[in-house]
């Protein structure tokens, strides 16, 4: 399909939370199933529940998804960062925009997860402008949000999603 890969994912890594962005459209979900079977790395996902209703909700949870009451008041962050402590092995996908649509401002539930979880953060882009899906190398996140937060932005500087204006 000409995509080209820059970067890879590090082999000896069982955890991370992994973001990927921009989330502009619904094509950025197979591409994620199939960047993560190239990668050869088993990555989960949480997703708004109404997503796991009928009639593809078993084809959700089969490929690896869980549904998120995205209900305000819920400990979500403490809930995600547990299911690290439960598993040996646990890689969880998560768009910051928390939507499809352009937003000023993302959800930083991703990183308050990975500080809580002592797991780091993988950025993943699919830049639909030049085709090619980009990958960091870990970041944990340290206790200072605002220079974490300046790293994880230049990551996604000068990408561009599948619906340009979105992204």
């Known amino acids: 399909m000409g995509w080209k890969f820059h970067g890879s994912w590090p082999d000896s890594l069982k955890k991370a939370v992994v973001i990927v962005v921009p989330h ?12 993560r079977r190239i990668l050869g790395v088993d990555i989960k996902f949480v997703a708004k529940k ?5 009639p ?11 549904a998120l009451d995205r209900t305000p008041g819920q400990k979500k962050v403490e809930a995600i960062a547990a299911l690290f402590d ?18 000023t401002e ?15 953060i993988v950025m993943i882009a699919f830049d639909f402008g030049k085709k090619k899906v980009k990958v960091s190398k870990p970041l944990y996140p340290t ?19 599948k619906i340009a204006r979105y992204s």
């Not at 109404?50 to 009928?54: C, G, I, V």
């Open 24 to 35: 502009t459209s619904w094509h950025d979900f197979y591409l994620g199933l199939l960047v």
């Open 106 to 120: 993302w959800k930083t539930g991703f990183y308050y997860i990975a500080k809580k979880a002592n797991v780091p």
């Open 56 to 66: 593809f909700g078993w084809y959700f949870k089969w490929m690896g998804g869980t």
């Open 50 to 54: 109404e997503l796991f209703k009928p």
């Open 143 to 161: 206790e200072d949000k605002d220079l974490d937060f300046l790293k994880i932005r230049k990551f996604y500087e000068d990408v561009t999603g």
């Open 86 to 103: 439960q598993k040996d092995e646990f890689r969880l996908a998560i768009a910051p925009e928390g939507t499809r649509k352009k937003v």
